[in-house]
Protein backbone atom coordinates (compact mmCIF):
# COMPACT_ATOMS: atom_id res chain seq x y z
CA UNK A 1 0.00 0.00 0.00
CA UNK A 2 1.54 3.23 -0.91
CA UNK A 3 1.15 6.00 1.15
CA UNK A 4 0.52 9.69 0.04
CA UNK A 5 2.57 11.31 2.66
CA UNK A 6 3.86 11.25 6.20
CA UNK A 7 4.97 13.39 8.65
CA UNK A 8 8.46 12.83 10.70
CA UNK A 9 8.82 14.14 14.18
CA UNK A 10 11.53 15.03 16.32
CA UNK A 11 11.91 11.81 17.21
CA UNK A 12 12.60 10.28 13.87
CA UNK A 13 9.31 8.85 14.46
CA UNK A 14 7.00 8.78 11.54
CA UNK A 15 3.49 9.06 11.40
CA UNK A 16 1.82 7.53 7.95
CA UNK A 17 -1.31 9.55 6.44
CA UNK A 18 -1.90 12.11 9.62
CA UNK A 19 -5.21 14.19 9.35
CA UNK A 20 -4.65 17.73 10.27
CA UNK A 21 -5.17 17.32 14.12
CA UNK A 22 -2.31 14.63 13.78
CA UNK A 23 -0.12 17.25 11.84
CA UNK A 24 -0.57 19.86 14.22
CA UNK A 25 0.45 17.68 17.23
CA UNK A 26 3.63 16.80 15.93
CA UNK A 27 4.24 20.88 15.12
CA UNK A 28 3.12 21.51 18.40
CA UNK A 29 5.82 18.83 19.49
CA UNK A 30 9.00 21.48 18.59
CA UNK A 31 7.48 23.24 21.97
CA UNK A 32 8.66 20.42 23.93
CA UNK A 33 11.87 19.49 22.30
CA UNK A 34 15.07 20.24 24.40
CA UNK A 35 17.70 18.43 22.78
CA UNK A 36 19.90 19.29 19.54
CA UNK A 37 20.71 22.68 18.05
CA UNK A 38 18.29 22.53 15.44
CA UNK A 39 15.20 20.55 16.08
CA UNK A 40 12.54 20.10 13.26
CA UNK A 41 9.74 18.05 12.06
CA UNK A 42 9.01 17.32 8.37
CA UNK A 43 6.23 16.11 5.96
CA UNK A 44 6.70 14.42 2.80
CA UNK A 45 4.84 13.16 0.17
CA UNK A 46 5.51 10.06 -2.04
CA UNK A 47 6.89 12.51 -5.16
CA UNK A 48 9.58 12.76 -2.08
CA UNK A 49 8.77 16.68 -1.84
CA UNK A 50 9.70 17.73 1.67
CA UNK A 51 8.57 20.68 3.90
CA UNK A 52 10.98 20.63 7.23
CA UNK A 53 9.84 23.21 9.95
CA UNK A 54 12.54 23.78 12.38
CA UNK A 55 11.87 25.29 16.27
CA UNK A 56 13.47 28.73 14.76
CA UNK A 57 10.81 28.80 12.26
CA UNK A 58 12.44 28.36 8.85
CA UNK A 59 10.64 26.28 6.58
CA UNK A 60 12.96 23.68 4.23
CA UNK A 61 10.91 23.03 0.64
CA UNK A 62 13.35 19.69 -1.22
CA UNK A 63 12.82 16.55 -2.87
CA UNK A 64 14.22 14.59 -1.88
CA UNK A 65 13.47 11.93 -4.28
CA UNK A 66 15.82 11.07 -7.23
CA UNK A 67 12.74 10.28 -9.49
CA UNK A 68 12.36 13.37 -11.68
CA UNK A 69 8.55 12.00 -13.15
CA UNK A 70 6.50 13.93 -11.47
CA UNK A 71 4.90 17.24 -13.04
CA UNK A 72 6.94 19.77 -10.63
CA UNK A 73 10.33 20.96 -12.16
CA UNK A 74 13.66 20.34 -9.84
CA UNK A 75 14.93 22.74 -7.90
CA UNK A 76 17.79 23.37 -5.14
CA UNK A 77 17.15 23.65 -1.72
CA UNK A 78 14.42 26.51 -1.06
CA UNK A 79 13.94 28.36 2.80
CA UNK A 80 11.09 30.66 4.20
CA UNK A 81 11.87 32.37 7.66
CA UNK A 82 9.58 33.43 10.41
CA UNK A 83 7.10 31.00 9.98
CA UNK A 84 4.51 30.22 12.15
CA UNK A 85 3.39 26.95 13.30
CA UNK A 86 -0.30 27.88 11.69
CA UNK A 87 1.37 28.90 8.47
CA UNK A 88 3.64 25.51 8.54
CA UNK A 89 -0.07 23.81 8.95
CA UNK A 90 -1.40 25.76 5.73
CA UNK A 91 1.63 24.27 3.77
CA UNK A 92 1.92 20.95 5.33
CA UNK A 93 -1.97 20.39 4.05
CA UNK A 94 -0.87 21.73 0.86
CA UNK A 95 1.73 19.49 0.22
CA UNK A 96 -0.10 15.97 1.71
CA UNK A 97 -3.07 17.61 -1.03
CA UNK A 98 -0.61 17.42 -3.57
CA UNK A 99 -0.72 20.89 -4.23
CA UNK A 100 2.87 20.99 -5.11
CA UNK A 101 2.50 23.71 -7.37
CA UNK A 102 1.10 26.34 -4.97
CA UNK A 103 4.19 25.60 -2.68
CA UNK A 104 6.34 26.37 -5.73
CA UNK A 105 4.68 30.22 -5.96
CA UNK A 106 5.92 30.75 -2.25
CA UNK A 107 8.39 33.71 -1.93
CA UNK A 108 11.49 30.62 -1.32
CA UNK A 109 14.82 32.16 -0.53
CA UNK A 110 17.58 30.39 -1.91
CA UNK A 111 20.36 30.51 0.98
CA UNK A 112 20.05 29.01 4.81
CA UNK A 113 19.69 31.43 6.85
CA UNK A 114 22.65 32.11 9.23
CA UNK A 115 22.17 32.14 12.96
CA UNK A 116 22.45 35.58 13.32
CA UNK A 117 19.43 36.01 11.03
CA UNK A 118 17.26 33.49 12.90
CA UNK A 119 17.79 35.06 16.22
Known amino acids: MDVPYHTTDVFGV ?18 DADF ?20 SG ?4 ENLSDDEDDDTPSQPQ ?17 LAEGRLRDLQRLQWQRHAPSEEEEE
Do not use: C, F, I
Open 14 to 31: SHMAPDEDQMREVLESLE
Open 58 to 61: VLLW
Open 78 to 94: RYLRNVSPEAALRYWTQ
Open 36 to 55: GEHPYVSLTHSTGWTLSYYE
